[in-house]
């Protein structure tokens, strides 16, 4: 795990947009907002380099992927909210997988597949109903 996760999120000031080169997520619902400079966060092993998985696991986001990020479940399904012009395409194997997912849309990725590959403001919503805190053995942190 990165030194983030031992560290309470710094605040960061929506109503102004992210500086240059650097990469703004916010998961939603738990309203959690990380930033940082753009290729420079580390991999933590978790789905592909700098996906929205990498992302959460790095800043300690809670996002299931019971497969361990490898696209072998949809655990880790969300649905992308803003900044869809700036992540990956999806590949075979992710809309394969997105087959057998519940309640898909048209902005539905797994976490662990979806890159983001520029700077700018992103926002993904992990569905209320994809959430398995007992399996992972961590505290539900959802704002009603």
């Given amino acids: 795990m990165s030194d983030h996760e031992s560290s309470p999120l710094p605040e960061i000031d929506l109503s102004k947009p992210p500086a240059e080169n ?3 997520v916010t998961f ?9 400079v753009y290729d420079t966060m580390p991999y933590d092993g978790h789905g592909l380099p700098m996906s929205f998985l990498d992302v959460a696991e790095n800043y300690d986001i809670f996002l299931d992927h019971a497969c361990g990020g490898v696209c ?3 655990t880790c399904h969300l649905w992308i909210k803003a900044g869809e012009n700036g992540i990956s395409e999806p590949e075979d194997k992710e809309l394969d997988r997105m087959e057998t997912a519940a309640d898909i849309q048209l902005n539905s990725r797994l ?3 979806c890159v983001i590959e520029k700077p700018g403001t992103y926002v993904a919503e992990i569905p209320s109903w994809n959430k398995n805190y007992v399996q992972e ?3 539900a942190t959802v704002k009603k």
């Fill in 22 to 24: 650097m990469v703004r």
């Fill in 28 to 36: 939603e619902p738990e309203n959690k907002t990380v930033e940082f």
């Fill in 72 to 74: 072998a479940c949809t």
């Fill in 111 to 113: 976490g662990c597949q």
């Fill in 137 to 139: 053995g961590k505290p």
